[in-house]
């Protein structure tokens, strides 16, 4: 008599499964619900306990680890020390596991979960299962994933057995299951105690995508999401029209909703290359978007646009005018969608933006390694700034400030951002030093930089920025300071009749 040991949160295809099985000689083992289910559907189970000749007991924690069922898992048919102790001790070998595992994922993803629930929906046996079934897939076929049912039945039926590389495969499977199980496992936990930095860290991702390259051509890319992440990020994104997503629309979309998230007014956000090419607020998204295109109506050719409203038909009037790559938006009216998905590429995304002050860690890979730091949201407000030149900015120049500042910190460094009230006018990128990333922010600015504000992400090193600044027209300055030649610049803003604030916080961006 074959056996199979079955014992199941996720009961999807079981049944099918489980008679299958039956039809081609198997007991069925069974515990609990799954026993009770599989005989409600018509499928004859033998007890775990008949085998064990022990009751379920600790309330069900205890009830498959037992000798009878480990030495059935773990046992090598091809060893005869083994096969002997099997005959001594009356154990006969389980040749398909089919088990899944205690619902803590989705147990923890309600934020009510008292800490006593999630403790109680850590599975021990399942695991254990799981683990000696795929060490021991010389002898065992072990499923995890009911994607995998139809594959073992129509081996079975074929061969009178799974072939070994049919049982590698779905061994590989269990352990990266089981993984990832104990990753939200020991993620929770150490969250519920305060470890900021434990000694081990570990992640889990569930892949979302293959794509079709990554940011070339010839290299291999896939995309995966957090099982656990915010709803306000690329990866949880619904795609509502147009092409698969790329390697680089994900890279830049995800810094378009860093940018965005920073805004309480309509506004839209343009980013090429993971950097924004224009940033406007304004009191109605397609004024705001029309802000935008006027910023850089170069850059945003082939752009990836954020939207923090509903696009209505006003917008995507204007949005149809123009080569975009993505446009993300908490929703589309219906005239909206009629408009944008004539063009046929165009890819149209929504994701909840009521989550958009969620806080996670940022993860930056190295060669070997895992940088792993707080997000930049970090918040500042007059306020919090301190003036530091003769003259003090006017209201105006303010909130052309507050504007410019908010964006800055998502510009690569070093970064400059020109801008008034309402929009960026030049944005400097990415350079290796700060004045050179000033003289591309005015020259995109041209005419527009007289009279305009301007941001650096950094403090000044020198004076020489500023003289920049005065001599292209630029009135009012937000940096961090904090260098030892902070008063080489004052005096030179102070020279020219600038306004100069100081944040007392770095937003460098790398």
């Known amino acids: 008599m074959k056996r199979a040991l079955i014992s199941l949160s996720d009961k999807t295809g079981s049944v099918s499964f489980a008679k299958k099985l039956v039809e081609m000689g198997f007991d069925i083992l069974s515990t609990g619900g799954t026993k009770k289910y599989l005989e409600e559907h018509g499928v004859p189970v033998t007890p775990v306990e008949d085998v064990t000749n022990f009751p379920e007991i600790l309330g069900g924690r205890v009830k498959t680890l037992h000798p009878f069922i480990h030495g059935g898992l773990l046992a090598d048919t091809a060893n005869d020390q083994h096969v002997a102790e099997m005959n001594e001790h009356n154990i006969p070998p389980i040749q398909v596991v089919c088990v899944n595992l205690y619902p803590f994922q989705q147990t923890i993803e309600n934020p009510q979960v008292s800490y006593e629930d999630a403790v109680e929906n850590v599975d021990i046996g399942g695991p254990t299962m799981l683990r000696s079934a795929a060490k021991n897939h010389a002898s065992v076929t072990v499923v995890v994933d009911p994607s995998d049912y139809d594959i073992v039945v129509a081996e079975w039926n074929e061969s009178g057995s799974t072939s070994l590389e049919t049982r590698k495969r779905l061994a590989a499977k269990v352990f990266r299951h089981t993984a990832a199980y104990d990753s939200i496992i020991a993620n929770y936990f150490s969250k519920e105690v305060g470890e900021v930095f434990p000694e081990k860290l570990s992640f889990t991702y569930e892949k979302k995508q293959t794509l079709r390259y990554g940011e070339n051509p010839h290299q291999q890319a896939a995309f995966y999401k957090q099982p656990l992440g915010t709803s306000f990020s690329i990866a949880a994104a619904t795609q509502l029209h147009g092409k698969e997503l790329s390697y680089n629309n994900i890279q830049d979309a995800n810094a378009a909703l860093q940018i965005i998230r920073d805004f309480e007014q309509p506004t839209a956000v343009a980013v090429k290359h993971m950097n924004p090419c224009g940033v406007a607020t304004s009191t109605t998204l397609a004024h705001a978007f029309d802000e935008v295109v006027k910023a850089d109506p170069v850059s945003i050719f082939g752009g990836i646009v954020a939207l923090n409203r509903e696009v209505d038909e006003d917008t995507a009037e204007q949005l149809q005018d123009i080569f975009l790559e993505i446009i993300i938006a908490p929703s589309f009216s219906k005239e909206a969608m009629e408009r944008l998905t004539r063009k046929k590429n165009i ?36 306020a919090d700034w301190k003036v530091v030149t003769d003259r003090t900015p006017t209201e105006e120049e303010y909130r052309a400030l507050a504007l410019a500042w908010n964006v800055v910190k998502h510009v690569k460094s070093n970064a400059i951002v020109l801008g008034n009230e309402t929009r960026t006018i030049g944005i400097g990128a990415g350079q290796m030093n700060r004045v050179g990333a000033a003289k591309i922010a005015i020259e995109q600015a041209a005419e527009l930089a007289d009279g305009a504000v301007l941001a650096s992400d950094a403090f000044f090193p020198m004076n020489d920025t500023v003289e920049l600044a005065a001599k292209a027209g630029i009135k009012a300055i937000i940096q961090p300071g904090g260098s030892v030649k902070d008063q080489d610049s004052i005096d030179m803003a102070n020279n020219y009749g600038i306004a100069m604030v100081m944040t007392g916080t770095r937003h460098f961006n790398h």
Do not use: I
């Open 347 to 382: 890819r149209l995304l929504t994701l909840d933006f009521s989550s958009a002050s969620s806080h996670e860690w940022k993860l930056v890979s190295v060669e070997g390694g895992l940088l792993v730091q707080e997000q930049d949201r970090k918040t500042s407000s007059q």
